[in-house]
């Protein structure tokens, strides 16, 4: 068996298009414009890439961008100013802060201090407690990106079994509700799991974020099954000098041989990130003004 290749550029690509034809119905019906505003604390080439492809997509599906740029020694009290007039601005739907922070800031407390309406990123507390009790919430891009996958893959998910390999907040925990509202029978694994190759083996679904490269191997996998790949690991590439190599959790040449369905790494699940950001700013705006959601983009 060869699986097929869940192709996430291509699907985000699409829910990009999907986001830009919402927003040109707000303007043109409502008047209404979202916009998304970006914190960024330091000068982390990384997060400033990452921060640039962020403004540029937003542009580009016609919503509104704002980017505030503070230096790395900027207080705690400096910051929360700058959040708490984003979260009293009526043309604002979603506010994120870039991250790593610097050290002298804690993340959780910049978290909270973001509106959770306006928290587009889903890490509130209040998020997480909405997604865990069933309620209407704004959910982790990452892993809304995942189920918007799964459900362009496989369709009704009700009955089959699904093993997250990981348990962070970030991703494994909001991954297993998820999977738990459409009916699956869930299992969250992770790297003190008792044989959790067995475990892995019974899997209809096999959601990989441990954060291990290629820790996943292809006889780990169920035939047949589905597998989303959430891991990222940098290597110096083996055939190109000064060049690097993303691997993957899955060592997807094994893994590709003996599941149904299999996203790849680079090219899966990484670019549904930036787009589920814009699906939720998209969301948030909508509910901040009574208005119908666009279908297809929440959970």
């Not at 540029?56 to 910051?79: C, I, N, W, Y």
């Not at 869930?186 to 790297?191: D, G, L, N």
């Not at 060049?243 to 893994?255: M, P, R, T």
């Not at 090219?267 to 009574?290: E, F, K």
């Amino acid at each position: 068996m060869t699986a097929t290749i869940i192709d996430g550029k291509e699907f985000a690509a699409r829910v990009r298009g999907q986001v830009a034809d919402h927003v040109t119905r707000l303007k043109t019906d409502h008047g209404i414009t979202p916009g998304l505003a970006v914190v960024l604390v330091g000068e982390d080439p990384a997060s400033e890439v990452y921060v640039a492809a962020k403004h540029r997509q937003t542009v580009e599906v016609g919503m509104a961008s704002f980017e505030h740029k503070l230096p790395a020694d900027v207080t705690e009290e400096a910051l929360f100013a700058v959040i708490d007039k984003l979260n009293d601005d009526p043309s604002v739907h979603g506010i994120l802060c870039q991250f790593p922070v610097p050290d002298h800031l804690d993340e959780r407390r910049v978290v909270a201090r973001i509106n959770p309406a306006k928290d587009v990123d889903g890490l509130s507390v209040t998020n997480a407690g909405l997604l865990a009790s069933g309620e209407t919430g704004l959910v982790s891009c990452t892993p809304l990106g995942c189920l918007m996958l799964l459900r362009d893959e496989i369709g009704n998910m009700s009955g089959m079994d699904a093993v997250v390999v990981g348990r962070s907040n970030l991703f494994g925990k909001p991954m297993a509700q998820l999977l738990l509202q459409e009916n699956c029978t869930v299992t969250i694994a992770h790297s003190r799991t008792r044989d959790l190759a067995d475990v892995c083996r019974r899997a209809d679904i096999l959601v990989a974020a441990v954060g291990r490269a290629e820790m996943v191997q292809g006889d780990w996998v169920k035939p047949g099954a589905t597998v989303i790949d959430v891991g990222i690991t940098r290597i110096p590439h083996p055939d190109k000098p000064g060049k690097s190599k993303l691997l993957g959790d899955v060592e997807f040449a094994s893994a590709s041989e003996v599941a149904g369905a299999i996203t790849p790494v680079p090219g899966g699940v990484g670019p549904m990130t930036i787009a589920c950001l814009l699906a939720n700013t998209v969301t948030a705006c909508c509910r901040a003004h009574g208005l119908a959601e666009p279908e297809g983009l929440t959970a």
